[in-house]
Nanobody, 119 residues
Framework: QVQLVESGGGLVQPGGSLTLSCAASGFTVGNYPMRWYRQAPGKERELVASISGSGGRTNYADSVKARFTISRDRSLNTLYLQMNSLKPEDTAVYYC????????????WGQGTQVTVSS
């Protein structure tokens, strides 16, 4: 059974840093594409960063390029999002996503973790 559990959110001042974690079970993080999304109040959910399956190719939204880094640790079966130089507009609930399966891939989502950037 696939599960994604996020952690690491919280309150941080502008310019600060946070690292989000997404602990995965039921599949191996290095074998399937994974993403981080976020949703701010009153806005649609948006893609923040993605990492491909075996190749590990990464992509970022323009709004977070050079500030956020997506990565994974196969030994811990965990996906990460390192967030630096945080801005108030980064405030949102952040969700981990995985597209898992060989014949009929299925979308899986974590429960989300709140990130608030405020002084």
């Amino acid at each position: 059974q696939v599960q994604l559990v996020e952690s690491g959110g919280g309150l941080v001042q502008p310019g600060g840093s946070l690292t989000l974690s997404c602990a995965a079970s039921g599949f191996t993080v290095g074998n399937y594409p994974m993403r981080w999304y976020r949703q701010a109040p009153g806005k649609e959910r948006e893609l923040v960063a993605s990492i491909s399956g075996s190749g590990g190719r990464t992509n970022y939204a323009d709004s977070v390029k050079a500030r956020f880094t997506i990565s994974r640790d196969r030994s811990l079966n965990t996906l990460y999002l390192q967030m630096n130089s945080l801005k108030p507009e980064d405030t949102a609930v952040y969700y981990c996503y995985a597209y898992v399966g060989l014949i009929r891939p299925v979308d899986y989502w974590g429960q989300g973790t709140q990130v608030t950037v405020s002084s």
